[in-house]
């Protein structure tokens, strides 16, 4: 009877760690996903300060005056160099000896794995934390300046 039990609790202790293992399993796929995705948003953050750029040679070589020191271009060039460091970050570390051909899906998932473990104490919250802030002072400096809104919400901040 004693087997029976031992056996029993054998088997249920196997399929817990195997429900575990594929539960991190999702996850982990998930976190690379997610990692990949925030690649992509910073190779478009950085076509914010290149508008800024063209802008700026274009009216240049027009002989038009480019007024440079302004809260939008700084917020842009932070943004610019925010999403360079985390591009190179998540290419170097992140998906490092990840794409190739012809390895397995565990070897893969390993890989993925390997990679985390090695980079899960690098501060990206605060990169994160600074491309943020620049994306909502765009915002405000969208609506702010904005023919149908801005001139009420300039009304509504002079009231406080």
Same mark, same amino acid.
């Given at each position: 009877? =004693?087997?029976?039990?031992?056996? =029993? +609790?054998?088997?249920?202790?196997?399929?817990?760690?195997?429900?575990?293992?594929?539960?991190?399993? !999702?996850?982990?796929? =998930?976190?690379? @996903?997610?990692? !990949?995705?925030?690649?992509?948003?910073?190779? &478009?953050? &950085? #076509?914010? +300060?290149?508008?800024?750029?063209?802008? $700026?040679?274009?009216?240049?070589?027009?002989?038009?005056? +480019? /007024?440079?020191?302004?809260?939008?271009? #700084?917020?842009?060039?932070?943004?610019?160099?925010?999403?360079?460091? $985390?591009?190179?970050?998540?290419? @170097?570390?992140?998906? /490092?000896? *990840?794409?190739?051909?012809?390895?397995? %899906?565990? %070897?893969?998932?390993?890989?993925?794995? /390997?990679?985390?473990?090695?980079?899960?104490?690098?501060?990206? !919250?605060?990169?994160?934390?600074?491309?943020?802030?620049?994306?909502?002072?765009?915002? $405000?400096?969208?609506?702010? +300046?904005?023919? %149908?809104?801005?001139?009420? *919400?300039?009304? *509504?901040?002079?009231?406080?």
């Amino acid at each position: 009877m =004693q087997a029976l039990d031992d056996e =029993q +609790f054998i088997s249920n202790t196997i399929a817990t760690i195997t429900a575990q293992a594929e539960g991190i399993k !999702e996850q982990t796929n =998930q976190f690379y @996903t997610s990692f !990949e995705i925030i690649n992509i948003l910073c190779y &478009l953050n &950085l #076509m914010f +300060f290149l508008t800024d750029l063209i802008k $700026m040679l274009f009216l240049k070589k027009i002989g038009r005056k +480019f /007024a440079f020191p302004t809260i939008g271009i #700084m917020s842009n060039l932070i943004l610019f160099a925010t999403s360079v460091f $985390m591009i190179y970050w998540i290419t @170097t570390k992140v998906t /490092a000896n *990840v794409h190739f051909d012809g390895i397995t %899906e565990n %070897e893969l998932f390993y890989r993925k794995i /390997a990679n985390f473990k090695e980079n899960i104490e690098f501060k990206f !919250e605060y990169l994160f934390s600074i491309m943020i802030a620049c994306l909502i002072t765009k915002l $405000m400096e969208l609506i702010l +300046f904005s023919s %149908e809104i801005g001139p009420l *919400v300039k009304i *509504v901040g002079k009231m406080f």
